[in-house]
């Protein structure tokens, strides 16, 4: 029993120290929505789709398309994810 607890606590400190989150749970539309605009052929798309699911949740997400479709404003972490995408994907 302590041997499981402190392999759990061990996964625990090390995701800690990854540096990135788990995804937030986002539905299945969502990701064919925005395929659509972005390719899941492209490395940047890939990068972009996945760095957007660690950074804001979903209804996070719904709201800052709202939001650029209202205002022509991104949200900045959004913006934030594709340019570290394309900086390390660059094509």
């Keep these: 029993m302590?041997?499981?607890?402190?392999?759990?606590?061990?996964?625990?400190?090390?995701?800690?120290?990854?540096?990135?989150?788990?995804?937030?749970?986002?539905?299945?539309?969502?990701?064919?929505?925005?395929s659509m605009s972005c390719p899941q052929e492209s490395a940047v798309c890939t990068c972009t789709w996945d760095k957007i699911t660690r950074t804001v949740t979903y209804e996070e997400y719904e709201a800052a398309l709202a939001r650029f479709r209202e205002t022509g404003l991104m949200e900045p972490r959004i913006t934030r994810a594709r340019t570290q995408c394309l900086e390390r994907h660059r094509e």
Excluded: D, K, N, T
Excluded at 19 to 34: C, K, V
């Design 2 to 34: 302590r041997s499981a607890i402190a392999a759990l606590f061990g996964v625990i400190v090390l995701a800690a120290c990854s540096g990135e989150s788990a995804p937030h749970a986002y539905p299945q539309s969502a990701f064919e929505r925005f």
